[in-house]
């Protein structure tokens, strides 16, 4: 069979491997075979209530063998799946629903959809076993748009990121090339589907072949009892994640992690001090740094060989994939000068659903391709800065609209807060601007104390006095007993920079 989209993609990994693992859990095993049966009984009812070609369907999803047949399901009946987190806000729950106008809401059974939502809705109880569907290929082509996810909405109102079939499948694989990943691997993902790198991980499942090993929770003790009981090669995570895996009440140190040959991280970076231990803890594995955004699903990667000499870089382009740092006056940056980071090629994302300016702001002409040429494509500008250094070794300097502006120059927070965590004295920092009628941007800080009893910021401020220019320096300090989060565990900036108001 040829693969022309994600739903056939995943016909063929049933096919090979019929009786294989493909989603285990606390509770059971569920085979692909038994996976692709689910699948087209969701298949049958959603076409019975009307649902076809690039209807959406939206998922108010869990991490749940229910919800990966209800995705699938959607794919074989040339849906769209629009993954939405069942612990997402009703605010932005309703703002999805109105973007992308489902025709369906499949949700679990335990969780009812807030009142401000009235969509169709279907749950696992909908859908009887006793359905007999044979499973059929589909006719989406590889341009016809795949899945919509929502972006964090940590800068702003989040958008319907929405993907290609054929993006996806061949980012997949190539992620899987660069990774080494094959179907007799075991992924442990207490990431959640709804975000682009948990999603990654469900389709690495689905297209790969490799079994997808879900905790019970998300929290460190259940990823652990999931580690010693289920024995995964792959251990992806986000920066949240290591860090309450090695921090506070984990039992991460006592497990046996011999099972774990490769871990994978994206989403930001690593704080230093964390970065150490892993690579302590894990001396003969593989640490892969990512770096991608939804809309470019991976941009690229650091060489496991390179994380302990050049821990700050985010690497060289995953295959199919050109990177170029652009000024603001349009031209190609020099080497070791910071601009927008500029994705070139492969993998890039369709648009923002229903949002033709957003999508006009962020895929535009390739910059290195001359106007009057024929095969101009579009290229992501990410809204990264970042630099190339000799090496041609790519680094992030941070979001272009988390820049402070102090004192007529461009501050990037996350230099500040990486000076602020080799304090040893905080487990959280954040460093954000704040309006300033004298110097534009005063620079804010808001820490989490290790240790509650101890009054952190006097220690701080010298430390900043000490390793800061007085344009970086903070003017003020917040602290909190925890910084506020998104559904995908990043630090909310728009939600801290409300609170600071006040």
Same mark, same amino acid.
Not at 137 to 150: C, H, K, N, Q
Not at 228 to 250: A, D, K, Q
Not at 421 to 428: A, F, R, Y
């Given at each position: 069979?040829?693969?022309?989209?994600?739903?056939? !993609?995943? +016909?063929?990994? @049933?096919? %090979?491997?019929? *009786?294989?693992?493909?989603?285990?859990?606390? $509770?059971? /095993?569920?085979?692909?075979?038994?996976?692709?049966?689910?699948?087209?009984?969701?298949?049958?009812?959603?076409?019975?209530?009307?649902?076809?070609?690039?209807?959406?369907?939206?998922?108010?999803?869990?991490?749940?063998?229910?919800?990966? !047949?209800? +995705?699938?399901? @959607?794919? %074989?009946?040339? *849906?769209?799946?629009?993954?939405?987190?069942? $612990?997402? /806000?009703?605010?932005?729950?309703?703002?999805?629903?109105?973007?992308?106008?489902?025709?369906?809401?499949?949700?679990?059974?335990?969780?009812?959809?807030?009142?401000?939502?009235?969509?169709?809705?279907?749950?696992?109880?909908?859908?009887?076993?006793?359905?007999?569907?044979?499973?059929?290929?589909?006719?989406?082509?590889?341009?016809?748009?795949?899945?919509?996810?929502?972006?964090?909405?940590?800068?702003?109102?989040?958008?319907?990121?929405?993907?290609?079939?054929?993006?996806?499948?061949?980012?997949?694989?190539?992620?899987?090339?660069?990774?080494?990943?094959?179907?007799?691997?075991?992924?442990?993902?207490?990431?959640?589907?709804?975000?682009?790198?948990?999603?990654?991980?469900?389709?690495?499942?689905?297209?790969?072949?490799?079994?997808?090993?879900?905790?019970?929770?998300?929290?460190?003790?259940?990823?652990?009892?999931?580690?010693?009981?289920?024995?995964?090669?792959?251990?992806?995570?986000?920066?949240?994640?290591?860090?309450?895996?090695?921090?506070?009440?984990?039992?991460?140190?006592?497990?046996?992690?011999?099972?774990?040959?490769?871990?994978?991280?994206?989403?930001?970076?690593?704080?230093?001090?964390?970065?150490?231990?892993?690579?302590?803890?894990?001396?003969?594995?593989?640490?892969?740094?990512?770096?991608?955004?939804?809309?470019?699903?991976?941009?690229?990667?650091?060489?496991?060989?390179?994380?302990?000499?050049?821990?700050?870089?985010?690497?060289?382009?995953?295959?199919?994939?050109?990177?170029?740092?652009?000024?603001?006056?349009?031209?190609?940056?020099?080497?070791?000068?910071?601009?927008?980071?500029?994705?070139?090629?492969?993998?890039?994302?369709?648009?923002?659903?229903?949002?033709?300016?957003?999508?006009?702001?962020?895929?535009?002409?390739?910059?290195?391709?001359?106007?009057?040429?024929?095969?101009?494509?579009?290229?992501?500008?990410?809204?990264?800065?970042?630099?190339?250094?000799?090496?041609?070794?790519?680094?992030?300097?941070?979001?272009?609209?988390?820049?402070?502006?102090?004192?007529?120059?461009?501050?990037?927070?996350?230099?500040?807060?990486?000076?602020?965590?080799?304090?040893?004295?905080?487990?959280?920092?954040?460093?954000?601007?704040?309006?300033?009628?004298?110097?534009?941007?005063?620079?804010?800080?808001?820490?989490?104390?290790?240790?509650?009893?101890?009054?952190?910021?006097?220690?701080?401020?010298?430390?900043?006095?000490?390793?800061?220019?007085?344009?970086?320096?903070?003017?003020?300090?917040?602290?909190?007993?925890?910084?506020?989060?998104?559904?995908?565990?990043?630090?909310?900036?728009?939600?801290?920079?409300?609170?600071?108001?006040?």
């Amino acid at each position: 069979m040829i693969t022309t989209n994600v739903w056939n !993609a995943f +016909l063929e990994r @049933a096919e %090979a491997s019929p *009786a294989g693992d493909a989603i285990v859990r606390e $509770d059971g /095993t569920l085979t692909f075979d038994a996976l692709r049966t689910r699948a087209a009984q969701y298949a049958a009812i959603l076409e019975t209530r009307g649902v076809g070609r690039h209807d959406r369907v939206l998922l108010w999803v869990r991490n749940d063998p229910e919800m990966a !047949a209800a +995705l699938l399901g @959607a794919w %074989a009946v040339e *849906a769209i799946p629009v993954l939405m987190d069942a $612990d997402e /806000t009703a605010r932005n729950l309703a703002h999805a629903v109105e973007r992308v106008s489902p025709r369906q809401v499949v949700r679990p059974a335990a969780e009812a959809l807030p009142a401000e939502v009235s969509v169709p809705e279907l749950t696992p109880a909908d859908v009887p076993r006793s359905v007999v569907a044979g499973p059929h290929a589909s006719r989406a082509l590889p341009t016809d748009p795949a899945s919509i996810v929502f972006t964090s909405g940590s800068t702003g109102k989040p958008k319907g990121v929405t993907q290609s079939h054929g993006s996806l499948v061949r980012a997949c694989r190539a992620v899987a090339y660069y990774l080494g990943l094959s179907s007799e691997d075991r992924i442990l993902c207490s990431i959640p589907w709804s975000f682009d790198y948990g999603y990654g991980q469900l389709l690495s499942t689905l297209v790969i072949g490799a079994t997808h090993v879900l905790p019970s929770g998300r929290d460190p003790i259940s990823v652990c009892t999931a580690i010693e009981r289920h024995r995964p090669s792959v251990l992806p995570g986000i920066p949240s994640v290591f860090t309450y895996l090695l921090r506070g009440v984990s039992p991460f140190r006592d497990t046996d992690v011999s099972s774990i040959r490769t871990l994978t991280n994206t989403g930001g970076t690593i704080p230093g001090a964390i970065l150490g231990e892993l690579l302590e803890m894990f001396t003969e594995r593989r640490l892969f740094l990512n770096y991608g955004l939804t809309e470019s699903y991976r941009t690229s990667y650091l060489d496991p060989r390179l994380v302990s000499s050049h821990s700050k870089s985010i690497g060289r382009p995953v295959p199919g994939v050109d990177v170029v740092i652009v000024r603001e006056d349009g031209g190609s940056a020099d080497e070791g000068e910071a601009g927008e980071i500029v994705h070139r090629g492969d993998f890039l994302f369709l648009g923002y659903w229903n949002d033709p300016e957003a999508t006009a702001k962020a895929l535009r002409p390739d910059p290195l391709v001359r106007a009057e040429s024929v095969a101009r494509f579009p290229a992501l500008f990410t809204g990264d800065l970042g630099y190339l250094d000799e090496d041609g070794l790519l680094y992030f300097v941070g979001r272009n609209d988390h820049l402070i502006k102090s004192m007529g120059v461009r501050v990037s927070p996350g230099d500040v807060e990486e000076i602020l965590d080799e304090s040893g004295l905080v487990k959280e920092v954040a460093v954000f601007g704040m309006p300033h009628e004298m110097i534009g941007q005063e620079v804010w800080v808001a820490v989490t104390p290790k240790d509650e009893t101890v009054d952190v910021v006097p220690e701080l401020k010298i430390l900043a006095r000490e390793r800061l220019s007085p344009y970086m320096t903070p003017r003020r300090y917040i602290v909190r007993d925890a910084l506020p989060k998104t559904r995908t565990g990043k630090i909310d900036y728009v939600k801290l920079k409300d609170e600071a108001r006040r």
